[in-house]
C-alpha cells in the first residue's frame, strides 16, 4: 500500500458499503485506517455507490488518487459493482485509480474482454488482489499495474469480545455465493446458533435515519466532506458491533463468509471454514491463513457438525484481545 499513497495530495475513497453485510463494513474500516497511517489524513470525498457525485469528487479532492474499496465483486458475479467501477474510470481518465484488495471472478469471457478494454482505455489503473489465482488471471488479463494484498479488514487488528454463550455459531451464506454442497446443520446438535448477519440492527438504522441526513446537509454548507466521512464510520462500526457480537456469542464458529473468518481470527475464535461458490474463501485462506491457529477447512456444514460433535475437537477460544 505504501507506494500507492500520496501523503501531500489527499484522496477520495468511494463505494462505501451502506448495506448490512458486515464484512464490508470490515473492508471499510480497514481501508481508513491504513489510508489515514500512510497519507496522514482522512479521506477528502467519500461516497456510497449511488451517491457518487463526479464534481463533487472534484470540488473536495481536486488532485490525488481515488481508492475504490475492496471486497469480492471484481469481476461479473456483482455486475452492479462492476458497472460503477466504469463510471468512475470514465470521469477520472486523468486520475490514478486504485482498487483496493479483491477476489475476481469472471464467468463470462465477453465481460472480461468488456473490463480488459476499460482498464487500457484509462490507462493509470491499478488493481490488488487477495489471492494469487486472482492475480495470475490480472496479469495474464490486464495490462495495468497489480499486485497482491491481504484483505483490508485485516488492518483492523485484535478485537475485544464478551464471554461465548453458545458452544457454536454457523454464520452461514444466504446469498447467491452460497455453495451447492455446503449442507444443513444437524438438528441433533445442541447449543447452537445459526445465522447470517445482512440485517441491520435498530442502531444501525437509527444512524441511517439520523446522523447520515444531518451530515450531508452539513457538506452542502461546509468545504469538507468530514462530517459524511464520520457518519459513515459510525455506520461501518455499528455494523462491526453487530458482527463481533454474533461471532463472539459461539466458543467456536462455523463459516462460509470470508470476513466472518477474518474476524473470527480478530477476536480469537477458533472455526471450522467452508469454501463458498466461487472459490474465493478457499483461495485466500490458503494463501494467508491455513496456518493460522484454530482455523480448519472443512468439505460441508455436516462435516463441521462431526468434528464439534467429537469431544476432541478445538473448541477452546485460543486468546482473548484485551479492552
Given amino acids: 500500500m505504501t507506494p500507492l499513497a500520496d501523503p501531500g495530495a489527499g484522496y477520495a475513497l ?91 471472478h469472471f464467468r463470462s469471457p465477453a465481460n472480461m474482454a468488456a473490463t480488459k478494454r476499460m482498464i487500457e482505455q484509462h490507462g493509470n489503473f491499478v488493481l490488488l488482489v487477495r489471492d494469487r489465482e486472482s492475480l495470475d488471471l490480472a496479469r495474464q488479463s490486464f495490462r495495468c499495474e497489480s499486485h497482491l494484498c491481504p484483505d483490508m479488514a485485516f488492518a483492523l487488528g485484535p ?79 455499528s455494523r462491526m458491533s453487530r458482527g463481533k457480537a454474533l461471532l463472539g456469542s459461539g466458543r467456536s464458529v462455523v463459516t462460509d463468509r470470508l470476513h466472518a473468518h477474518i474476524l473470527s481470527l480478530l477476536i480469537g475464535r477458533p472455526q471450522f471454514v467452508i469454501d463458498n461458490a466461487n472459490g474465493k474463501v478457499a483461495r485466500f485462506v490458503r494463501d494467508w491463513t491455513a496456518e493460522a491457529e484454530g482455523v480448519e477447512m472443512v468439505s460441508s456444514v455436516e462435516a463441521a457438525c462431526r468434528l464439534l460433535a467429537d469431544a476432541g475437537s478445538p473448541v477452546a477460544p485460543i486468546w482473548v484481545a484485551a479492552e
Fill in 14 to 104: 468511494l463505494d462505501f458499503p451502506n448495506y448490512p453485510n458486515v464484512g464490508d463494513s470490515l473492508i471499510w474500516l480497514g481501508a481508513v485506517k491504513s489510508l489515514n497511517a500512510l497519507s496522514g489524513c482522512t479521506p477528502s470525498y467519500v461516497c456510497t455507490r449511488d451517491g457518487f457525485d463526479p464534481e463533487a469528487l472534484r470540488r473536495f479532492c481536486p488532485s490525488g488518487p481515488i481508492y475504490l474499496s475492496g471486497g469480492g465483486n471484481f469481476g461479473d458475479i456483482w455486475p452492479k459493482f462492476q458497472n460503477f467501477r466504469r463510471l468512475v474510470l470514465e470521469a477520472f481518465p486523468d486520475r490514478r485509480v486504485i482498487q483496493l484488495p479483491q477476489s475476481m
Fill in 159 to 237: 478485537q475485544a469480545v464478551g464471554a461465548w454463550t453458545h458452544q457454536a455459531v454457523f454464520l452461514l451464506r444466504t446469498d447467491i455465493e452460497r455453495g451447492e454442497g455446503r449442507g444443513q446443520v444437524d438438528p441433533e446438535l445442541k447449543g447452537v446458533l445459526v445465522t447470517d448477519w445482512l440485517d441491520d440492527g435498530p442502531d444501525t438504522r437509527l444512524l441511517n435515519r439520523t446522523a447520515l441526513p444531518l451530515a450531508r446537509r452539513a457538506a452542502l454548507v461546509l468545504p469538507s466532506q468530514q462530517p459524511v466521512c464520520a457518519a459513515f464510520g459510525a455506520l461501518a462500526r
